[in-house]
């Protein structure tokens, strides 16, 4: 659907010419081809349930995952959620229940729940304590979303102050090797150590940011011996198949292991290469940016107890987030590719250099 012609005069300017016309003519192609969008089913399931309200009998809306969720989604909740007065009006009391972290938003979408029918102000709660991540991940993870402004999914802004975990465990393990065979043989030492600490190798997860790197990786873990299992995009991990698991940053959200490890986080692939040659300027650069860093959180945060993050050459999105990056830089000219001395003896620090 194209905006309305008022809405097409305000952003002509920074819009580049022909524009309308291209995006008129996707839509036309979506239409011949019988397809939409999931903004478009969105709204058109609104219109039947508009049309037909008898066809509601719920008593409650629960949704997880909201800071995911687009205008449309929140406007489509908004329209099931039982009515106070049993019409079109406000929602009735405890029939909405609505949990999530912008913090968390890996796929750009923003709203806010006011404007979109679903009022919460005055009966939100700030959750504070996390279960399943150690103290010194949770402290890693928020530390990469530094300078990063982040809504509360209505109209103010939300910070991670009081954020705490319940138990403690070993810092995270950061490497800045020169080549990516340092980068594999850290790796593998790093799975060997979460082995002897009783860790079952279904238990450990490698991330990385794209499949060809996953492939990569894969093959590179299987060379050396080890069983691999790769998470698929709309499948369950069969805990029952043994085998280090593999998966793609975005396909392990809502995933947990004991230990994680984040490979490959360099500078032209966190964020990709391509996808900053084509932003148009410096804010949408920026935006870019910084949903990389809500990336590296929530894959970071996939972690329970031990948590390995990894880069051959310049790394990516995090590297100027957290102190222990401008540590293993400032070591990184003195140390050898494939020597493993200097892992260990930075390793009680959280510093890993190769």
């Known amino acids: 659907m194209l905006p309305p012609k008022n809405e097409r005069t305000l952003i002509a300017a920074l819009i580049p010419p022909g524009i309308w016309a291209i995006f008129a003519a996707y839509r036309a192609r979506l239409d011949q081809e019988n397809l939409s969008e999931p903004e478009d089913a969105y709204r058109a399931a609104r219109e039947i349930l508009a049309a037909k309200p008898a066809l509601l009998p719920y008593r409650a809306v629960v949704v997880d995952e909201a800071q995911d969720l687009g205008a ?3 406007k489509l909740i908004a329209a099931i959620a039982p009515k106070a007065d049993g019409g079109g009006g406000k929602a009735a009391p405890d029939s909405l229940f609505v949990v999530g972290d912008a913090h968390q938003r890996i796929y750009g979408r923003k709203a806010s729940m006011t404007k979109c029918g679903i009022d919460v102000r005055g009966r939100s709660k700030k959750l504070k304590v996390c279960y399943r991540t150690s103290d010194e991940i949770r402290r890693w993870a928020v530390a990469v979303m530094e300078g990063v402004t982040v809504d509360d999914l209505d109209e103010s802004s939300d910070d991670l102050r009081g954020y705490r975990s319940l138990f403690h465990g070993p810092v995270p393990e950061v490497l800045i090797a020169k080549t990516t065979a340092g980068e594999m043989n850290a790796l593998t030492e790093w799975i060997e150590n979460c082995k002897d600490d009783g860790i ?15 492939k990569e990786i894969g093959e590179a873990l299987k060379q050396k011996g080890y069983k691999t299992v790769q998470i698929a995009p709309g499948e369950a991990d069969n805990r029952a198949k043994s085998g280090i698991r593999l998966s793609t940053m975005h396909r392990s959200k809502g995933l947990e292991f004991s230990a994680v490890a984040l490979v490959r986080i360099n500078e032209d692939v966190v964020p990709p290469k391509a996808l900053l040659s084509l932003a148009p300027d410096a804010a949408i650069r920026r935006s870019l940016i910084a949903g990389e860093k809500s990336l590296i959180h929530v894959s970071a945060t996939r972690a329970k107890r031990k948590l390995f993050v990894s880069s051959s050459g310049q790394p990516g999105a995090y590297r100027k987030s957290h102190p222990a990056i401008l540590m293993v830089q400032s070591a990184q000219d003195r140390a050898a590719d494939d020597i493993p001395g200097p892992l260990n003896a930075a390793r009680d620090r959280g510093i890993l250099v190769q």
Do not use: G, K, Y
């Open 200 to 214: 079952d190798e279904s238990d450990i997860c490698v991330l990385s940011r794209t499949n060809p790197i996953l």
């Open 72 to 74: 449309e989604a929140f």
